[in-house]
């Protein structure tokens, strides 16, 4: 579990986070959504202690990070930029971090096999590809096999094998029973990992919700009837409390009613359909209405 | 599993030798120290104190930099963040690489320095000066190396460090005579770190007011280390990385 009680983080004139507070609860995927510049790295380094809070508190299973006896062992966390000597092995990059906490050796071949890099583990990681040195920064948030996993931007800079991975990954975690903080800009990849969503913008919390939530509050869902007796279906509709419009002949979009109740609608009075089809808005719409 | 201090200088030993800078770094000590060694033995007419050990002046600066870049190098990749994450208290990360620089740079000079000894005598005859300054020229470097890690702490970019270590540890005592009033300069020269160190292996009879004793010279150059590791600490804690 991770609280974040009024964050506030300033660097000099300009406020990064302003006031945010949220709680990432076990055993589902929160998403930390926003646009870029809207603080959500610079939260994550105060979870994790890196970066001092200007005011505020965050806290991870009600201790600071920095508290913990063997912090690795809470939480793991994956930071946006890299986190890597050049000149230093992935093996060694993880036995230097492991052997911090007494991990044993052998955790770190586990975390490497996991993330699909045993086979260039004594390479040095300034050859590694982006996707690689993801793959590494992912191992190494797993390595104390914390019951709280934070991760910026996962999926940047890894192939749809790599996506798929951690998108796989991420669902286990939560499944798990852990505390899953995952943030990214790119709405899609948030529609179909996240369970829950932390919205922020400049600094502030937007939106605090689930994802069907979100689209529901901001876009409600329509349904698209084509008929070729439109008139009749529009004037039956409209006397049940629905809301319609049409933007072409003989095609309708109707809100307050949903599919089947419209289709026994037009069958209670003889109406032929040719289509009906419910509308949800995007998660990525619900998202720029939101932050517009 | 916790975090405990032992485990952090094994965590920075692990570091520390997976590096192949550390042993190009040693290679180029070694080298160094003993060929210019022979080679002042093989021409000098009436070598001073000092002239086995002069390669040791080389040195302090590769193994300064070795010092410098054990901590630049966690900030320039961005290896602090994972480095702090794991050791979030940070001062044990500094003191365990301060505990690894001395545990690797101490014997490793006191080899190269004997050897350098050894070389002298084969090929120029007798060692001039005395037993402590054998012991002197390997103790000075690594007091210089930590130096450098404290400068490395507190400045946190490698070129920058490396200039402002080049500048004050080389350049900085040369000008001091000449750019302050009558001997006032003189009298500072000899407690700047590279004169404090070579007054660990030089015999001052040569130069009796100019250069420190060799126990005094130990606690000038020990000041400055102090000092200036104290400086990065201050800063390792309170920056964000």
């Known amino acids: 579990m991770i609280e974040v009680h009024d964050l506030v983080k300033r660097y000099g004139a300009t406020t990064a986070v302003d006031g945010l507070s949220f709680t990432v609860k076990p055993g589902r995927v929160t998403g930390f959504l926003g646009p870029n510049g809207a603080g959500k790295s610079t939260t994550m380094r105060m979870i994790i202690g890196l970066d001092r809070p200007t005011a505020g508190l965050a806290l991870i299973n009600g201790k600071r990070y920095r508290e913990h006896k063997a912090p690795l062992c809470v939480a793991g966390a994956l930071l946006e930029a890299r986190s890597i000597h050049r000149g230093r092995s992935a093996r060694t990059h993880l036995l230097g971090l492991a052997r911090t906490h007494g991990l044993p050796d052998g955790r770190v071949g586990e975390v490497l096999e996991e993330a699909g890099i045993a086979n260039v583990a004594r390479r040095r990681a300034g050859t590694f590809s982006l996707g690689m040195g993801q793959r590494l920064g992912i191992a190494a948030a797993l390595l104390g096999d914390p019951a709280v996993v934070i991760l910026d931007e996962p999926v940047n800079g890894l192939d749809p094998d790599g996506v798929l991975w951690v998108r796989t990954l991420i669902r286990e975690l939560a499944a798990d029973g852990r505390t899953v903080l995952v943030s990214s800009h790119l709405m899609s990849e948030m529609a179909v990992t996240a369970d829950h969503l932390v919205i922020v913008g400049g600094g502030r919390l937007l939106a605090d919700t689930t994802v069907d939530e979100l689209i529901g509050r901001v876009a409600p869902a329509s349904v698209t009837v084509r008929t070729p007796e439109a008139v009749r279906l529009r004037s039956s509709l409209l006397s049940h409390g629905a809301t319609v419009s049409s933007s072409e002949a003989g095609e309708l979009s109707v809100a307050g009613l949903d599919a089947p109740d419209i289709g026994a609608l037009a069958a209670a009075a003889g109406i032929v359909l040719h289509e009906l089809t419910p509308r949800r808005a995007s998660l990525e719409q619900a998202y720029m209405e939101l932050t517009r | ?241």
């Open chain 2, 1 to 241: 599993m916790k975090v405990t201090f032992a485990r952090v200088v094994r965590s920075e030993w692990t570091k520390f030798l997976a590096l192949r800078s550390t042993w190009i770094l040693f290679a180029l000590v070694a080298v160094a120290t003993v060929g210019l060694s022979a080679a002042i033995a093989r021409n000098a007419s009436a070598p001073s104190s000092s002239a086995p050990f002069l390669g040791v002046d080389v040195v302090s600066v590769l193994l300064g930099i070795v010092g410098i870049v054990m901590m630049t190098g966690e900030y320039g990749s961005g290896l602090v963040r994972a480095t702090f994450a794991a050791v979030p208290a940070r001062l044990p990360v500094l003191g365990a690489k301060a505990v690894v620089l001395t545990v690797a740079v101490l014997p490793f000079m006191a080899v190269v320095v004997l050897l350098s000894a050894w070389v002298f005598r084969v090929v120029g005859g007798p060692l001039p000066g005395s037993g402590d300054h054998i012991v002197g020229a390997f103790v000075a470097p690594v007091l210089l190396a930590l130096l450098g890690l404290g400068l490395g702490a507190l400045i946190r970019h490698t070129a920058a460090a490396i200039t402002v270590y080049v500048l004050a540890i080389l350049v900085a005592p040369a000008l001091l005579g000449a750019a302050l009033p009558d001997d006032l300069g003189e009298r500072l020269v000899k407690y700047t770190p590279v004169a404090a160190a070579q007054a660990l292996y030089t015999d001052r009879a040569t130069d009796p007011t100019g250069m420190l004793a060799p126990g005094p010279g130990g606690v000038a150059l020990g000041v400055w280390v102090v000092a200036v590791l104290v400086a990065g600490a201050v800063v390792v804690l309170r920056r964000d990385p």
